[in-house]
C-alpha cells in the first residue's frame, strides 16, 4: 500500500527478485504514475478499506507493507491486514512519536523514512532471519546479524566460510549469549548462534542467499 518513492521502488525491486506484487495507490494521479513504471497490478482505492483490499487479493498473499506516508492509514490497514492471517505485515512509520503505537500492536515497524530507503524494507519484507542490518560508508556495505539455522552453517569453521573479497565474518554471539565474540578462524558455528557479518552491497544478494 502506498504507490510513492518508497512504494513504487520497494515494488520494482520485489517484482525483479520474481515476486508477484499487487500495489494500493489512494491518488488517482500517483495511481496511473505508478501503473505506468512498475509491472504490478495498481489498485487505485483506499488501503484502509477490507473492500479494497480483497480487491487487491489479500487473501492470497503472504506479506502486507503499509509504505505510505500516512501513518494513521499505514496503522488502520496494518490492523484490518492481521484479519488475513499473512505470513508477515510490515508498516512504515513517519514519525518516532508513533512508534510505540506500531509495536504495541506487534507492527513489524520500520525507522523514521529519513533513514531508510526500499533496498532495506525489501531486506526487512523478504528476509526475517535477519535480527538486524546496519548501514555503513554511505551505503557501499552493510553489517548484517543474522541467526544460524540452514545445515549448510551449522558445524561449519569460520575459516571454511570467511573471509572473501565480498564479505567477512566478523562477530558471533555462542550459544545465547549477549556477550560478543570476534571470531576466529577455527570456531565452529552451532545452531541458534548468532554472527555479524560485514557485506559489500553489490554482494548483498548472493550472501543472503548463502547464509538465510
Known amino acids: 500500500m502506498g504507490g510513492g518513492r518508497l512504494g513504487s521502488k520497494l515494488a520494482l525491486d520485489?517484482?525483479?527478485?520474481?515476486?508477484?506484487?499487487?500495489?494500493?495507490?489512494?491518488?488517482?494521479?500517483?495511481?496511473?504514475?505508478?501503473?505506468?513504471?512498475?509491472?504490478?497490478?495498481?489498485?487505485?482505492?483506499?488501503?484502509?478499506?477490507?473492500?479494497?483490499?480483497?480487491?487487491?487479493?489479500?487473501?492470497?498473499?503472504?506479506?502486507?507493507?503499509?509504505?505510505?506516508?500516512?501513518?494513521?492509514a499505514n496503522l488502520m490497514a496494518s490492523l484490518l491486514a492481521r484479519e488475513y492471517q499473512l505470513e508477515k505485515i510490515v508498516a512504515r512509520v513517519n514519525d518516532r512519536q508513533h512508534e510505540k503505537v506500531f509495536v504495541d500492536n506487534d507492527m513489524v515497524d520500520t525507522i523514521c523514512p529519513e533513514t531508510i530507503e526500499a533496498g532495506y524494507l525489501e531486506k526487512l519484507v523478504l528476509k526475517p532471519d535477519i535480527a538486524d542490518l546496519y548501514v555503513i560508508d554511505h551505503g557501499e556495505a552493510e553489517i548484517l546479524e543474522i541467526e544460524v539455522t540452514s545445515d549448510d552453517l551449522v558445524g561449519k569453521s569460520i575459516e571454511d566460510l570467511s573471509p572473501t573479497d565480498d564479505y567477512i565474518i566478523c562477530g558471533c554471539y555462542q550459544n545465547g549469549a549477549d556477550k560478543l565474540t570476534i571470531c576466529q578462524p577455527e570456531m565452529v558455528l552451532k545452531y541458534g548462534d548468532r554472527i555479524s557479518i560485514l557485506v559489500k552491497r553489490d554482494a548483498m544478494k548472493d550472501v543472503l542467499r548463502k547464509f538465510t
Open 14 to 72: 520485489l517484482i525483479s527478485d520474481g515476486h508477484h506484487v499487487n500495489l494500493i495507490e489512494i491518488d488517482d494521479v500517483a495511481c496511473n504514475d505508478v501503473a505506468l513504471k512498475v509491472n504490478a497490478t495498481v489498485i487505485c482505492g483506499d488501503g484502509t478499506s477490507r473492500t479494497v483490499l480483497e480487491n487487491a487479493q489479500i487473501n492470497d498473499a503472504d506479506i502486507f507493507v503499509a509504505a505510505t506516508g500516512d501513518d494513521n
